[in-house]
C-alpha cells in the first residue's frame, strides 16, 4: 500500500512565524500535491510538482511556496503566516500526472491553527 | 474553469437503508473523469469510484453506484445497505482528459444512524 506521511497532525502557529509542512510518499510517486481544506469549500490545490525541484501554481498558492528537493518529499511553506491560513492541509501523490489513470493518494492531513 | 457544486451540506441515513448523495458540475469539455471520495473521521481521502464521461454504463463498486447524467450535467453517488462505516465526508471531483488538476466539490457530510 502507498504510504503518505504528513508530519504533523496538529500544529499550533503564531501569526508572522515560517511553518514548514513536511510530506513524504514511498511509492516513488511522480506527482506530488498540497491541498488545502475548509468547510464549504471543499479541497482546493496550492500547489502540485511533477517532478523534483519542479513545481506548478494551483487554485490559491498566494502566500504559499513549496520545496521538492528530493522525489519522496514535498514541503508547504508559509513564509508568515496569516490567521486566513488556519485550515486543514492535505498532502497527496499520484504516480503518473493523468489523474484518471493514476489515482491520488492522501496523506492524513495537518490542522493548521495560527493566532 | 471547471465548477463542481455539491448541494447538500449534510445527509443522514438509517443503517441498511440506502442513500443518494448529489454532485453537478460545469465544463464545456466533452471528455473528463469524475470521482467519488470519501473522507472518514481519521482525515485518510480514499478513492470510492470513478466514472470516464465517455462510456454510458453506470460505475459500479459493491454497494456503491453512481448515476451518471452526461446532458444533464450530474454525478450522483448511491450507497446502498448504509453501514456505520460510511459515515463521512463525501467529495465529487472532476477533472478533463487533458488536466492535472481535479477540482473538488465543497463536500456532504453523511451520518448513518443505528
Known amino acids: 500500500d502507498v504510504k503518505v506521511t504528513q508530519s504533523s497532525r496538529y500544529l499550533v502557529k503564531r501569526t508572522g512565524e515560517k511553518v514548514f509542512l513536511e510530506c513524504v510518499q514511498d511509492?516513488?510517486?511522480?506527482?506530488m500535491f498540497w491541498y488545502r481544506q475548509d468547510p464549504g469549500l471543499g479541497l482546493r490545490l496550492i500547489y502540485f510538482?511533477?517532478?523534483?525541484?519542479?513545481?506548478e501554481k494551483g487554485d490559491i498558492p498566494e502566500g504559499y511556496s513549496v520545496s521538492r528537493e528530493k522525489k519522496e518529499r514535498f514541503s508547504l511553506i508559509l513564509e508568515s503566516a496569516s490567521t486566513n491560513q488556519t485550515s486543514m492541509y492535505l498532502c497527496?501523490?499520484?504516480?503518473?500526472?493523468?489523474?484518471?489513470?493514476?489515482?491520488?493518494?492522501f496523506g492524513n492531513g495537518t490542522r493548521l491553527t495560527v493566532t | 474553469a471547471q465548477t463542481v457544486t455539491q448541494s447538500q451540506p449534510e445527509m443522514s441515513v438509517q443503517e441498511a437503508e440506502t442513500v443518494t448523495l448529489s454532485c453537478t458540475y460545469d465544463?464545456?469539455?466533452?471528455?473528463?473523469?469524475l470521482f467519488w471520495y470519501k473522507q472518514p473521521p481519521s482525515r485518510q481521502m480514499i478513492l470510492v469510484i470513478r466514472?470516464?464521461?465517455?462510456?454510458?454504463q453506470n460505475a459500479t463498486e459493491n454497494r456503491f453506484s453512481v448515476n451518471f447524467q452526461k446532458a444533464a450535467k450530474s454525478f450522483s453517488l448511491k450507497i446502498s445497505d448504509s453501514q456505520l462505516g460510511d459515515a463521512a465526508m463525501y467529495f465529487c471531483?472532476?477533472?478533463?482528459?487533458?488536466?492535472?488538476?481535479?477540482?473538488f466539490g465543497g463536500g456532504t457530510r453523511l451520518m448513518v444512524k443505528p
Open positions: 497527496a501523490s499520484s504516480l503518473y500526472g493523468a489523474y484518471h489513470n493514476s489515482p491520488l493518494h
Open positions: 511509492m516513488d510517486h511522480e506527482n
Open positions: 510538482s511533477y517532478d523534483v525541484k519542479m513545481k
Open positions: 465544463t464545456s469539455e466533452s471528455d473528463y473523469y
Open positions: 466514472q470516464e464521461a465517455y462510456k454510458q
Open positions: 471531483a472532476f477533472i478533463n482528459n487533458a488536466g492535472n488538476m481535479l477540482t
